[in-house]
């Protein structure tokens, strides 16, 4: 059993940056692929990014590529997401996953209770 903890939430303007940070517990972090994902009011939950167990290899949807990096300390057991030159689009709820998947797409096993992210214009 995995839980995850995502913090890092607020409410920001259009350019700026925010770092969301989700930490899990457990002492099995490193076995997991991590992902983010994202729900907008109204809309499905959509993929956002993820990360390979030592870090490797990192996964994006096309809207946030070149704006947001996934990364992840493993002695930490924390998975981060920097995301910078904000939209208004980018508001949503945003959670971390974990996945004991070995191919991409991934299927996620554990999820987080998510925190908000707001961009205004």
């Known amino acids: 059993q995995v839980q995850l903890v995502e913090s890092g939430g607020g409410l920001v303007q259009a350019g700026e940056s925010l770092r969301l940070s989700c930490a899990a517990s457990?002492?099995?972090?490193?076995?997991?692929?991590m992902g983010w994902f994202r729900q907008a009011p109204g809309k499905e939950r959509e993929f956002v990014a993820a990360?390979?167990?030592?870090?490797?290899?990192?996964y994006y949807a096309d809207s946030v590529k070149g704006r947001f990096t996934i990364f992840r300390d493993n002695a930490k057991n924390t998975v981060y997401l920097q995301m910078n030159s904000l939209k208004p689009e980018d508001t949503a709820v945003y959670y971390c996953?974990?996945?004991?998947?070995?191919?991409?797409?991934?299927?996620?096993?554990?999820w987080g209770q998510g925190t908000q992210v707001t961009v205004s214009s």
């Open positions: 996953a974990a996945s004991r998947s070995y191919s991409y797409p991934f299927d996620y096993n554990y």
């Open positions: 457990g002492h099995t972090f490193s076995t997991y692929v």
């Open positions: 990360i390979g167990r030592i870090g490797a290899n990192r």
